[in-house]
């Protein structure tokens, strides 16, 4: 006869997960004998080898008495249930390893390659790690909204690059939000006279939403809001476009 100890060696367990089963009613507890100490005999070794065996194998705890207790087809049909369990498991955790490497690709994780790409050359252009963050959570707002329509504006925002004003907007922004000065800044006019010119011209030249973002606020109000709450200067810049006629930077909203 075994002590606890020794059945759990025996068995290739630990004494405290033979405790365990006994708690769930999985190992039935065996009478103390007159010393006071529990004796387990070749049944106890047996039960508690198959026991390791199927929670090994990944079979549940709470499953691992009724099949015990199955015939041979039930026992094989829940054999089956729990691989299949264990598949899409399997499946589940995979997918949160690819998740988890793509953590290491930075932007890439929540952006389309050509966000991407675009979001690269702006630091190429000397782009400030601060503005380019900004620019990345916006564009997780419009890729969330616009899945599809990315591909096409960011086909449009690479040949904006190719503008000297465009970049000139870009690098005095840059210098604006690492800078400690207030909303009273001279270069947030300047920045403002250059996004209300290049508004103007889009204009003229009949450059206009996709229609489907003509007809949804949503997404711009999140974006106009984004920029307000990451930086309090964003107010005094809302205030210069209206001051210059524009209802906003993020779409061309003329002021009624």
Not at 108 to 129: K, M, T
Not at 149 to 161: N, P, S
Not at 226 to 242: C, F, G
């Given at each position: 006869?075994?002590?606890?100890?020794?059945?759990?060696?025996?068995?290739?367990?630990?004494?405290?997960?033979?405790?365990?089963?006994?708690?769930?009613?999985?190992?039935?507890?065996?009478?103390?004998?007159?010393?006071?100490?529990?004796?387990?005999?070749?049944?106890?070794?047996?039960?508690?080898?198959?026991?390791?065996?199927?929670?090994?194998?990944?079979?549940?705890?709470?499953?691992?008495?009724?099949?015990?207790?199955?015939?041979?087809?039930?026992?094989?049909?829940?054999?089956?249930?729990?691989?299949?369990?264990?598949?899409?498991?399997?499946?589940?955790?995979?997918?949160?390893?690819?998740?988890?490497?793509?953590?290491?690709?930075?932007?890439?994780?929540?952006?389309?390659?050509?966000?991407?790409?675009?979001?690269?050359?702006?630091?190429?252009?000397?782009?400030?790690?601060?503005?380019?963050?900004?620019?990345?959570?916006?564009?997780?707002?419009?890729?969330?909204?616009?899945?599809?329509?990315?591909?096409?504006?960011?086909?449009?925002?690479?040949?904006?690059?190719?503008?000297?004003?465009?970049?000139?907007?870009?690098?005095?922004?840059?210098?604006?939000?690492?800078?400690?000065?207030?909303?009273?800044?001279?270069?947030?006019?300047?920045?403002?006279?250059?996004?209300?010119?290049?508004?103007?011209?889009?204009?003229?030249?009949?450059?206009a939403n996709v229609d489907e973002a003509a007809r949804d606020d949503l997404p711009f109000d999140l974006l106009d809001s984004l920029a307000l709450e990451s930086d309090l200067r964003?107010?005094?810049?809302?205030?210069?476009?209206?001051?210059?006629?524009?209802?906003?930077?993020?779409?061309?909203?003329?002021?009624?």
């Amino acid at each position: 006869m075994l002590t606890i100890g020794q059945l759990a060696a025996y068995a290739g367990v630990t004494v405290r997960a033979v405790r365990h089963y006994h708690q769930i009613g999985l190992l039935p507890e065996p009478q103390r004998d007159a010393s006071g100490y529990r004796r387990y005999g070749a049944m106890a070794v047996v039960s508690l080898i198959k026991i390791r065996t199927l929670a090994n194998a990944g079979v549940p705890l709470s499953q691992i008495r009724a099949m015990f207790e199955a015939d041979a087809s039930t026992f094989v049909e829940v054999i089956q249930r729990i691989d299949s369990d264990l598949r899409e498991e399997i499946e589940r955790l995979e997918t949160s390893r690819e998740q988890i490497a793509q953590l290491t690709a930075g932007d890439g994780l929540v952006l389309p390659p050509e966000v991407v790409s675009y979001l690269d050359r702006l630091r190429d252009i000397g782009v400030s790690q601060r503005l380019v963050e900004g620019e990345r959570d916006g564009w997780i707002l419009v890729a969330a909204r616009w899945p599809d329509g990315i591909r096409e504006m960011m086909a449009g925002k690479f040949v904006q690059l190719d503008d000297p004003q465009y970049v000139r907007l870009y690098r005095l922004l840059s210098d604006i939000v690492e800078s400690d000065a207030g909303g009273d800044d001279p270069r947030l006019r300047e920045a403002a006279d250059i996004m209300a010119g290049m508004a103007e011209r889009a204009y003229a030249a009949g450059v206009a939403n996709v229609d489907e973002a003509a007809r949804d606020d949503l997404p711009f109000d999140l974006l106009d809001s984004l920029a307000l709450e990451s930086d309090l200067r964003a107010q005094r810049m809302l205030d210069l476009m209206h001051e210059r006629g524009w209802a906003r930077w993020t779409r061309l909203d003329r002021l009624a």
